[in-house]
């Protein structure tokens, strides 16, 4: 299988398959990446000093989450594994909203009951990612069959990675959106690494997209770190999908160029060579190239999109350590309609608890 390449590593374009994209559009991508780069490195760096207990980066990544966003409606749902907050960010989930909940505060949205990275939010269609690897696989598909069912004209994407590949999850999902004929956009994330697992360990298979052919789905392999491939990609199987031709299944190679998570040391286990190899495929110095190229960037501006960003986050930081933590009362909430007495007794017994080490 060929792999779809429409920016080359030094930003250079096919113009016959160059995606029509706005020039406004083409630079509120890029801020994006640049944003999703910055927010890593403030992550991790927040985590190393105590202040955060957890990060996870999607450096090397930024391609393909801010590359399919672009390509989808806003009313379209988004069922993210969990590299991919630039999705929500693009489409204008508050950045205050993440800093608190990045320190677990009382502003937190998520009242402190998920791990730092790991929010969703309904109001922009980005769905709550789920711990077990490949579950959201199936809610997509599920989801999928329920707009087709309500006769909603709208599309659902789900991301996974190369290691969701070898999860009963995977084949229940593909298996069941092909069979019904849902609305749903396969996108597997193959950055190469499932923590310390190797793709090659993952599969016997020449791709990951020729998965696709034993579903009866069509696959496609796209260069992961070039966005005008994943935009055209994603632009074109949500067409299908909306004509109601069902799901296409989508692998972008990729690289996670840096740790799983905040836990994890890489060192330990990945050849420096490997990253090396990578680092020099960067999207974002690709796309930066190809924007300078169209006039549609000038030199210079990179960095003054992220000192702005930056200066807006410190701020937010700032506040944020400021905030108490989630009030007590928020574990228990949410859940039940009138809180059973067996949880109004574990309540008042923490919150007793509470009164005595204060
Ligand atoms: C069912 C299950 N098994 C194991 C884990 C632990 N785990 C978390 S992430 C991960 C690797 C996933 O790799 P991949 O699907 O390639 O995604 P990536 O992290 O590379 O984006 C594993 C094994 C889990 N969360 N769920
Ligand atoms: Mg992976």
Request: hydrophobic share 35%; charged share 25%; glycine share 8%.
């Amino acid at each position: 299988m060929s792999m779809l390449q429409i920016l080359d590593s030094s930003g250079n374009n096919h113009p016959e398959l160059e995606p029509n994209i706005p020039e406004r559009k083409l630079v509120k991508m890029f801020e994006y990446m640049i944003l999703v780069r910055l927010l890593d490195e403030k992550g991790m760096r927040l985590q190393r000093q105590g202040r955060i207990s957890f990060s996870i980066p999607s450096t090397g990544q930024e391609a393909t989450q801010i590359g399919a966003v672009a390509a989808l409606n806003s009313e379209d749902w988004i069922f993210p594994a969990y590299r991919e907050p630039g999705m929500a960010f693009y489409r204008g989930f508050p950045l205050v909203d993440l800093v608190n909940h990045w320190f677990i505060n009382e502003k937190d949205p998520q009242k402190g009951r998920r791990l730092p990275g790991l929010f969703g939010s309904k109001k922009y269609r980005y769905v709550n990612p789920s711990a077990p690897i490949g579950t959201q696989i199936i809610q997509a598909a599920g989801a999928g069959f329920a707009y087709k069912y309500l006769k909603e004209k709208i599309v659902n994407i789900v991301f996974f990675g190369d290691g969701a590949t070898s999860s009963s999850d995977f084949h229940s999902g593909l298996n069941f959106g092909a069979v019904f004929k849902t609305p749903t956009i396969f996108f597997c994330q193959n950055n190469h690494w499932a923590i310390s697992v190797p793709l090659s360990k993952q599969t016997g298979a020449a791709s990951l997209a020729d998965k696709a052919k034993g579903y009866g789905l069509p696959g496609i392999q796209i260069d992961g770190n070039d966005i005008l491939a994943v935009y055209h990609a994603v632009f074109e199987a949500a067409k299908r999908a909306r004509a109601g031709e069902g799901p296409t299944f989508i692998e972008a190679v990729t690289y996670r160029a840096g740790p799983h998570t905040s836990s994890d040391d890489p060192t330990r286990y990945r050849p420096k060579k490997d990253l090396e190899k990578w680092l020099k495929l960067d999207p974002i110095k690709r796309f930066e190239k190809y924007l300078i190229s169209k006039k549609f960037l000038k030199n210079g501006q990179t960095n003054k999109i992220r000192s702005s960003f930056d200066i807006e986050i410190n701020t937010l930081i700032a506040k944020a350590e400021e905030y108490r933590p989630p009030a007590l009362e928020t574990l228990f909430s949410d859940v039940y309609s009138d809180l059973p007495w067996h949880l109004k007794e574990q309540l008042d017994e923490i919150a007793s608890l509470q009164r005595r080490s204060i």
